[in-house]
């Protein structure tokens, strides 16, 4: 059974950063293109962020510059480390694979952007 543990959210001023970090289980981990994802309030969950088997990285257009995606296969866990947050990434922050498993949604962790 797959599980996903993701942590690392808080609250934060404008132009502050957050590490956020998923630990995986249950899964081929190593074998996985995984990503992040978000959810704001009263919007879809969209894609943030993914990573390849062999390390390829992927952003969408509006954090690139700002977030960086990274995995450690020896610890099962993938990592968003954000910089330079605004108000408007402020969302439920989840990870999984890429493309997602819809069956294997964690309950993911909250990132809020406010002064």
């Known amino acids: 059974q797959v599980q996903v543990v993701e942590s690392g959210g808080g609250l934060v001023q404008p132009g502050g950063s957050l590490r956020l970090s998923c630990v995986n289980s249950?899964?081929?981990?190593?074998?996985?293109?995984m990503g992040w994802y978000r959810q704001a309030p009263g919007n879809y969950r969209e894609w943030v962020a993914s990573?390849?088997?062999?390390?390829?990285?992927y952003y969408r257009d509006s954090v690139k510059g700002r977030f960086t995606i990274s995995r450690d296969n020896t610890k099962n866990t993938v990592y968003l480390q954000t910089n330079t947050l605004k108000p408007e990434d402020t969302a439920v922050y989840y990870c999984?694979?890429?493309?997602?498993?819809?069956?294997?949604w964690g309950q993911g962790t909250q990132g809020t952007v406010s002064s």
């Open positions: 249950g899964r081929p981990f190593s074998r996985s293109a």
């Open positions: 999984n694979t890429y493309p997602p498993e819809e069956q294997n």
């Open positions: 990573i390849s088997t062999d390390g390829r990285t």
